[in-house]
């Protein structure tokens, strides 16, 4: 149980194109959800933390308006990045919190943006 | 001031001996729970072990154990019998707050890179 899955796993575009990103738990509900960014050799880095029906609450310096997210519903939370950026590229990872004994979070398998 | 710090940017280990990865934490909050992640390189994030402020005892899970020192703020963990597969990047977070509590964030250490030698 508690899977995480994430779409597309890579993506190239070009510079100022958006790219939109889904994170989804395939097998429970999950309340809130979380994006984070990784640079190479680089720890994970939250970016926002995504709840159901309300706006996502974003880290001090994560552009609003640069990353957008919706939590659509309790299984389906997206990410845009609009007007991509080649020092956008990096690894995007979702989690979901799962409410369970260690409440733990359970990361989707990532997405690694490229941007020319 | 960092909230995770992890001091082993790199460990070898050889084949089916044990190896400790550090891990030290800094909160004020009473109440929080440590984590360590597998991170392989395909980059998916593998949760292998938790442990809660207020745990008694250390937490194990089948060749995982937490070497809670609260005292030391540490929560190292220890990898016994290492299996070419456990080479991969390990992370250490921490969670401020009880387990369902309205904050569920992650603060995530810089991790430590783990090589198993045959």
């Known amino acids: 149980g508690a899977v995480v899955s994430q779409h597309p796993s890579r993506v190239i575009c070009k510079s100022g194109t958006s790219v939109k990103i889904e994170c989804r738990s395939l097998?429970?509900?999950?309340?809130?959800m979380f994006w984070y960014r990784q640079f190479p050799k680089q720890s994970l880095m939250l970016m926002a933390t995504s709840n159901e029906g309300s706006k996502a609450t974003y880290e001090q310096g994560v552009e609003k308006d640069k990353f957008l997210i919706n939590h659509a519903s309790l299984t389906l939370s997206t990410l845009t990045v609009t007007s991509a950026h080649p020092e956008d590229s990096s690894f995007y990872i979702c989690s979901a919190r799962d409410g369970g004994r260690f409440d733990e979070q359970f990361f989707g398998p990532g997405t690694r943006l490229t941007v020319l | 001031a960092q909230k995770i710090t992890q001091t082993q940017p790199g460990m070898f280990v050889q084949e089916k001996e044990a190896v400790t990865l550090d891990c030290t934490y800094d909160?004020?909050?009473?109440?929080?729970?440590l984590f360590w992640y597998k991170q392989p390189s395909s980059g998916e994030m593998i949760f292998l072990i938790y442990?809660?402020?207020?745990?008694?005892q250390n937490a194990t899970e089948g060749r995982y154990s937490l070497n809670f020192q609260k005292a030391r703020k540490s929560a190292n963990l220890v990898i016994s019998a290492s299996q070419l597969g456990d080479s991969a990047m390990y992370f250490c977070?921490?969670?401020?707050?009880?387990?369902?509590?309205?904050?569920?964030?992650?603060?995530f250490g810089t991790g430590t890179l783990l090589a198993v030698q045959p």
């Open positions: 097998d429970f509900q999950a309340t809130t």
């Open positions: 977070a921490m969670r401020e707050g009880s387990i369902g509590g309205a904050t569920n964030k992650l603060i």
């Open positions: 442990q809660g402020s207020y745990d008694q």
């Open positions: 909160t004020s909050d009473p109440s929080y729970g």
